[in-house]
C-alpha cells in the first residue's frame, strides 16, 4: 500500500494552465501504473489519464486529448498532470490512483491506493 498526496488544484480562469503533482510514498514509482481520475458535483467518477509503470504508455479520455499530459518524476516520485487549455467542463476534484504492475487502465476498480483529491475550478 502507498500513500498518494495530491496538490496543485485551485482556481483557473477557462484557457489557462494547471499543473496537478502526485507524490508517491511508501512505494517505488516506477513498480506502479497511475492514473489520474476526477469527479465532479453530482457526477460519477470519471477517468482522466493514466501513465503505464514502465512509463511507456500513456492514455488519456478524448474530451482532454491534446489539452492534458500526464508524466512522472520517478527521483521525486511524483506524477503529474499538466492541464492546458482549461474549460469549465474541466471543473471536479481531482484524484491520483497508484495500480501496481498496472498498464494504465481506465477502469476506477483496479487501483488499489487512492489520494484525497484536489479541486479544480474553471471560471468562464
Known amino acids: 500500500q502507498v500513500q498518494l498526496v495530491e496538490s496543485g488544484g485551485g482556481l483557473a480562469q477557462a484557457g489557462g494552465s494547471l499543473t496537478l503533482s502526485c507524490e508517491v510514498s511508501?512505494?517505488?514509482?516506477?513498480?506502479?501504473?497511475m492514473g489520474w481520475f476526477r469527479q465532479a458535483p453530482g457526477k460519477e467518477r470519471e477517468f482522466v489519464a493514466a501513465?503505464?509503470?514502465?512509463?511507456?504508455?500513456?492514455y488519456f479520455r478524448e474530451s482532454v486529448k491534446g489539452r492534458f499530459t500526464i508524466s512522472r518524476d520517478v527521483a521525486k516520485n511524483t506524477v503529474y498532470l499538466q492541464m492546458n487549455s482549461l474549460k469549465p467542463e474541466d471543473t471536479a476534484v481531482y484524484y491520483c490512483?497508484?495500480?501496481?504492475w498496472g498498464v494504465g487502465n481506465s477502469r476506477d476498480d483496479v487501483y488499489e491506493d487512492w489520494g484525497q483529491g484536489t479541486q479544480v475550478t474553471v471560471s468562464s
Open positions: 490512483a497508484a495500480d501496481r
Open positions: 501513465v503505464s509503470w514502465s512509463g511507456r504508455n500513456t
Open positions: 511508501g512505494g517505488v514509482l516506477q513498480d506502479y501504473a
